[in-house]
């Protein structure tokens, strides 16, 4: 069989290293690329360990690119979506982008209205990461590393991160964030990809797509969306996915205070089981094409965010202007505004310990 990179495999998943583009300073962005031999492939940039293109077969094995993205790489920088990005140091929200630790109080920038956002102007996504290593193999591998220096973006503590990126022969590609620090400081590392199942080229928004989040609870948010500190119940109401529901069902429920202040679905869940291991978090199928995202996740949140803010200011790789519904994210992390919140999961890193956030993305198609 001859898998997407145009090489002879058996069983082993391709690996390839490449060079993307240029950007306007002239600095070089280098690409991995992993393949196998059943129409799935990943290209993933130094330039923020963007994942850049992801191609996942149909019911007829046919493979379209599922996500979001740009055609060059300066686009990333002067348009920024976050798309297919690595978010960090802290990924969503920090209310006044204000937090203490050891009694000592930091200011991060604000960049989303009063809040510090994805870790403020010049977070992970914007950055060059070093491509370690890229190697073929049954998984195939792609490591990226990145040292944020003892406060950048207001941060404290020299913060030494992993990126790595595994595909197999049974389509999974699995992200995995290690951090460590030398002071004491806050991490929520994730991935932002925006999906359409449908395919990134077809002119169609997510609505249609059926999710279910194995999560009965969520975190409700207040007008600049911080969440407000309660666990809320999803039962009986339009954020209740534990049950397969079109996403487009009830996202225009203007009865529901919480669609309305964040203009749909952009909430963090609080995944169902325990934190720190790997369980089910989301499955969402694609009716038309029959393809089916799996996710599979160790964090104890999931922001599922249904591509509210995209407002046809950007031009895919297909030359596609993306709409409002077009894409939507689920991002494994820990939840918005946790340094502010002792009753929340932990954001906090102490030297000597290693940060891990691991997620798998398991593709599949239903008849
Ligand atoms: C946030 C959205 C934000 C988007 C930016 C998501 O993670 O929850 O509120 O607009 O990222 O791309």
Not at 185 to 195: D, E, G, L, M, P
Request: charged share 20%.
């Amino acid at each position: 069989m001859v898998n997407s990179l145009g090489a002879s495999v058996a069983g082993a998943v391709e690996a390839r290293r490449g060079e993307f583009g240029t950007l306007a300073d002239g600095r070089k962005v280098e690409s991995a690329e992993l393949a196998n031999a059943k129409g799935m492939s990943v290209r993933i940039l130094a330039l923020g360990g963007v994942i850049q293109e992801l191609k996942a077969p149909d019911r007829n094995g046919k493979p379209a690119d599922v996500v979001l993205g740009y055609a060059t790489a300066q686009q990333y920088l002067d348009q920024p979506q976050y798309f297919g990005a690595t978010v960090g140091r802290y990924a969503n929200r920090i209310a006044v982008g204000k937090f203490s630790l050891d009694g000592k109080q930091y200011q991060l920038e604000t960049n989303d209205g009063p809040n510090h956002l994805h870790g403020g102007k010049q977070g992970f996504d914007k950055v060059l990461w070093k491509i370690e290593s890229v190697s073929a193999g049954s998984p195939a591998k792609a490591v990226l590393t990145y040292t944020s220096a003892d406060g950048e973006g207001g941060y404290p503590g020299r913060l030494q991160v992993t990126a790595t990126y595994t595909l197999n022969d049974k389509n999974e590609l699995s992200i995995e964030y290690r951090a460590t620090t030398d002071k004491p400081t806050i991490v929520n590392i994730t991935n932002h990809s925006y999906f359409n199942l449908a395919g990134e080229a077809t002119p169609t928004d997510v609505f249609g797509h059926r999710l279910t989040l194995f999560a009965s609870k969520y975190t409700p948010v207040n007008a600049t969306l911080i969440p407000t500190g309660e666990r809320r119940a999803v039962a009986r109401t339009a954020f209740d996915f534990t049950k397969p529901h079109a996403i487009g069902e009830r996202v225009r429920d203007g009865r529901d205070e919480q669609l309305r202040i964040a203009r749909g679905y952009d909430h963090n869940y609080i995944v169902d089981g325990e934190a720190g291991q790997l369980r089910p978090a989301a499955r969402v199928e694609e009716p038309t094409s029959g393809r089916v995202l799996e996710l599979l996740q160790s964090a104890p949140g999931v922001q599922f965010y249904s591509g509210n803010f995209l407002d046809a200011t950007s031009t895919g790789k297909s030359k596609r202007v993306y709409r409002q519904g077009d894409g939507f994210c689920l991002e494994p992390q820990v939840f918005p505004d946790s340094p502010n919140r002792s009753d929340f999961p932990s954001a906090r890193l102490n030297p000597g310990q290693t940060y891990v956030n691991t997620m798998v993305l398991r593709f599949s198609a239903a008849p």
